[in-house]
């Protein structure tokens, strides 16, 4: 079974604070992908990643970077965090395409 | 733009009967994928089940099936039988045409509680 672990479940941070949340896979999977969730809105593609040292924008990239230095590994970093960033952090995997395979999410409360 | 929209923001459902959930999606790409995924309290995304543009028949996986009719771009998704452990978000999602690589875009979800 795939395994996508992020490392947090629940993240409680100051305004202007510098936020790492970090996403691991097992699977050896090209894709990675970072999302976020709001009631409402579904999920909402902040970042995505093909390979190494590869990202692409997603809808959303505003206040948001990401860093692949190993296949397995995705990093979602929030540069200076701000309450508007109070969420569910979702990543993803997959090989060639769909479906997705996703973590447990990463609830994050920025105060 | 690709769009996914679910109407229906939550819905009761008695346990053992059929429930259906909405989705419609807009795209001008001929090829394209629809997904449905489960999220239950615990916060995981659990693919449900998957239905190409091009495929002739409507999916079915266990007791999820795919109502599929392109021509009104819908893609409704059917739980027969419910149990209580169907008590969940449902998320529709579609894959981006493959040129624009393997994104998938979401709808807002719909929330379903099953009744005993």
């Known amino acids: 079974d795939v395994k996508v672990t992020q490392s947090s479940r629940y993240l409680v941070k100051r305004t202007g604070e510098k936020v790492f949340l970090e996403c691991v896979q097992d699977?050896?999977?090209?894709?990675m992908f970072w999302y976020r969730q709001d009631p409402g809105l579904g999920l909402r593609l902040i970042y995505f990643?093909?390979?190494?040292?590869?990202?692409e924008k997603g809808d959303i990239p505003e206040g948001y970077s990401v860093s692949r230095e190993k296949k397995e590994r995705f990093s979602l970093i929030l540069e200076s965090a701000s309450t508007n960033q109070t969420s569910m952090y979702l990543c993803?995997?997959?090989?060639?395409?769909?479906?997705?395979?996703f973590g447990n999410g990463t609830r994050l409360t920025v105060t | 733009a690709q769009k996914i929209t679910q109407t229906q923001p939550g819905m009761f459902v008695q346990e053992k009967e059929a429930v259906t959930l909405d989705c419609t999606y807009d795209t001008s790409d001929p090829s394209y994928g629809l997904f449905w995924y489960k999220q239950p309290s615990s916060g995981e995304m659990i693919f449900l089940i998957y239905q190409g543009s091009y495929d002739q028949q409507n999916a079915t996986e266990g007791r999820y099936s795919l109502n599929f009719q392109k021509a009104r771009k819908s893609a409704n998704l059917v739980i027969s039988a419910s149990q209580l452990g169907d008590s969940a978000m449902y998320f529709c999602?579609?894959?981006?045409?493959?040129?624009?690589?393997?994104?998938?875009?979401f709808g807002g979800g719909t929330r379903v509680l099953v009744k005993p």
């Open positions: 990643s093909y390979d190494v040292k590869m990202k």
């Open positions: 999602a579609m894959r981006d045409a493959p040129d624009a690589g393997n994104k998938l875009t």
């Open positions: 699977m050896d999977h090209e894709n």
């Open positions: 993803a995997s997959s090989f060639s395409g769909p479906p997705l395979h």
